[in-house]
Each structure stands twice: as C-alpha cells, then as structure tokens.
C-alpha cells in the first residue's frame, strides 16, 4: 500500500469512522462506459488525477436521491477552490425514463457541476454490479413504477481506484471532511512524487 494510501485510510478511520475503506480491495468499483447528460460518451478513467463523489438513484425518486444530490452540492460548494479537484457524478438506475436531456434538466437544478450518466439497461446494470448497488423495480396499480435501490456514496481516487464507501444518512459535514481528507492525502502523495521519494 502506497504511503498515500495508508494515511488515507487511518484517516478515515480517525475522522469518520462509519467511512468504510476499500483501499486494498480489488473486487469493488473500477472503470466503466456510459453516456453523460449531454449524450457524449463517458468513461471513469477520464476522470484520473480528480476525486470523484458517484452516486446511484433516479429522477423519479421522491425523496432520498434529491436529499443526497443537495448534499452533494453542498459540499462542492463549500470546497470553494478545491472544487475544480472534485467532480461529482450521478448515474440513473432508470435508463428507460431517465434520457440524458432529462438528466441535464435534472442535475443541473442541483449543481451545474455534476454530472449525469446513463446508458442501456444492460449497460446500466452492469455498472451497478461493479459497484454492488442493488436496486429493483416495483410496478404501481397505475401503471408507474417506483425502484427501491442502496444509497451509499462512493469515493474514487486520483488514480481511479475505489477509496471508500459513505454510508448514506451522514451530515453533510461530514462528506465534507471525508473529501477534505481525501484531498490533503491526494496533495500529499503528488509532493511526494514531486521530490522524487
């Protein structure tokens, strides 16, 4: 484990105990393709040498995704000039009604720095095992339908690899310390580089 890493994960461990990491996994997480809300083609790896905040959730859903994304945007909000280091990424669970232009719409009514992804079902689904999300459909008598899905948030390092996974429910403050922390650890591992060492 790199020195960055490890102070990385005692950190999380001091600063926000219900963090759980997953820096020394390799079944968690990893690259992944879909279409962003301006229909361009997207993969993680793009994302490199940034902290990246991914979470999963639909447009339709009533409460807990809204309540997370204004979170979300709360904490990159209060990053202030680290924020440009930080981006944050939404992908729907809903690829049927949740098209890009109505994720554009969607995510933009939270923080014009997120970004939304969507993709095929298959393609969808597949991202969700990578990231062990679970979700599933209900059918409403009137013909809509509601998804109960997982809700945690997960970091993704500089390097693309998953960090740790925020269980949802925390203070924003807390997020916010989380990425903070993250960020001093990623300044860290890049002064090290700098020397040489």
Known sequence: ??????????????????AVSWADSEELGGNFRLTDHNGRPFELDQLKGR?????????????????????LSAVLNALDDQAERVQGLFVTLDPGRDTPEVLQDYVRHFNRRLVGLTGSEEEVAQVARQYRVSYQRHERENGDYSIDHSVNLYLIDAQGALSAVVPYGLPPQHLLETVQGHLAGMADTDALSSTGR
């Open 1 to 18: 484990m790199s020195p960055g890493r490890r102070f990385l994960g005692l950190l999380l461990a001091a600063v926000l105990p219900l």
């Open 51 to 71: 902290l990246v905040l991914l979470f999963f959730g639909y447009t339709y859903c009533p409460d807990i995704c809204p309540t997370e994304l204004a979170n």
